[in-house]
């Protein structure tokens, strides 16, 4: 979760944003500033826990549990 709340929102504000032609980091307007690293780290945590349980329906090998 923090990986996807730090790291995608500082490529997203410093590289994609300016790419696209918009300001770095959107101007860092207020709502941005603070929603985006929780959009982010939520969408994080989300695809941590689908993968989670994803696992073993589709038969991976757990690497951890004997």
């Known amino acids: 979760m923090l990986f996807a709340a730090v ?3 500082l ?3 410093f590289m994609v944003m300016p790419l696209k032609g918009a300001p770095v980091g959107g101007g860092f307007r207020m ?5 985006a690293p929780l ?4 969408w994080g945590l989300g695809m ?6 994803l696992q073993r ?3 991976v090998p757990d690497k951890g549990r004997r």
């Open 31 to 35: 709502p941005g500033v603070i929603l």
């Open 48 to 53: 941590w826990l689908i993968y989670s349980a």
């Open 11 to 13: 490529v997203n504000w």
């Open 39 to 42: 959009v982010y780290g939520f």
């Open 57 to 59: 329906p589709l038969g």
């Open 7 to 9: 790291l995608v929102t």
